[in-house]
């Protein structure tokens, strides 16, 4: 029996649904870029440890180089054309902006997908591996250059715009604390 080379797939992105003919070896990130024109989400290392091409799966970010396009099927993938709200930016865009949290660039869409799922992270008060006490009587974690620089850890910014980008997931992580406040 032969095997499938190519599968038509449905995929959710954005809040659009596009049917797609793939070759099932096809990642998510290729998908995205070669196959849908969203070329916000970069292609860096290629072998997920860069974060560049970081999007957001169902709400958690995800490396979508290491993501098949087949296997996202039915699931919502928001990258970072999808990240505003219309013409107003997501507040983690602002305070990159606020706070200069880019230099060249490359790395910024998958620094603010990354960030936008540590704040939720942050809103559900889940622990990380720097969280001092997980015990749920000691509360949420608490939003610092610590535990934000352990939940970004996995995008890497080859300008060295680290304090800036804490400065700006910080603002932005505050901020949501005052909305839900």
């Known amino acids: 029996m032969a095997s499938t080379k190519s599968t038509t797939i449905s995929l959710r992105v954005n809040d659009e649904t596009h049917s797609l003919t793939v070759d099932n070896r096809t990642t998510l990130l290729d998908a995205l870029r070669e196959r849908l024109d969203l070329t916000g989400t970069k292609k860096g290392c290629d072998q997920g440890q860069c974060g560049a091409c970081t999007v957001l799966l169902d709400g958690r970010r995800a490396n979508s180089c290491l ?8 699931r919502e993938v928001t990258t970072i054309e ?37 704040i939720e992270e942050f809103a559900a008060d889940w622990p990380s591996a720097v969280t001092a006490d997980v015990r749920p009587e000691a509360g949420p974690p608490e939003v610092g250059d610590e535990e934000i620089r352990e939940r970004m850890s996995g995008n890497l910014c080859r300008c060295g715009a680290y304090v800036s980008i804490v400065r700006a997931v910080t603002e932005a992580a505050e901020a949501a604390k005052q909305v839900t406040a």
């Open 82 to 118: 999808g990240v505003a709200d219309g013409e107003r930016l997501h507040p983690v865009q602002q305070a990159f902006l606020d706070f200069d949290g880019y230099q060249c660039g490359y790395c910024t869409s998958g620094q603010i997908c990354s960030a936008v799922a540590v």
């Open 67 to 74: 993501q098949l396009a087949v296997a996202v099927e039915g």
